[in-house]
């Protein structure tokens, strides 16, 4: 199995930047996509980005593009996010997670909060 671990969360104003990072270790074999996700307070768990994790290409949900930015580190295995011009509905626990080839999210981290207050 793989872990993930998340960090780099916490509370910020609207406007603000926060970088969250993701380290994976353990068996990554399988892994093609390392992804994040995020669940607001009384909502269900929702896509935010991917990147390809051999090639870098990415992909990001409507509600981020422009602001937030996927990318890795293969040789840290790592992968991170970084959210610019927070908007306080982007308060959410963040997840990391590694997907297969077939668009399957597997493994996931712990989370880590994330608050942007108005």
């Known amino acids: 199995q793989v872990r993930l671990l998340e960090s780099g969360g916490g509370l910020v104003q609207a406007g603000d930047s926060l970088r969250l990072s993701c380290a994976a270790s353990?068996?990554?074999?399988?892994?093609?996509?390392m992804g994040w996700f995020r669940q607001a307070p009384g909502k269900g768990r929702v896509f935010v980005a991917r990147?390809?994790?051999?090639?870098?290409?990415?992909n990001y949900a409507d509600s981020v593009k422009g602001r937030f930015t996927i990318s890795r580190d293969n040789a840290k295995n790592m992968v991170y996010l970084q959210m610019n011009s927070l908007k306080p509905e982007d308060t959410a626990v963040y997840y990391c997670a590694t997907g297969d080839s077939t668009g399957a999210y597997k493994d996931w981290g712990q989370g880590t909060q994330v608050t942007v207050s108005s």
């Open positions: 990147v390809n994790w051999i090639v870098g290409s990415t």
């Open positions: 353990g068996r990554t074999v399988s892994s093609y996509y």
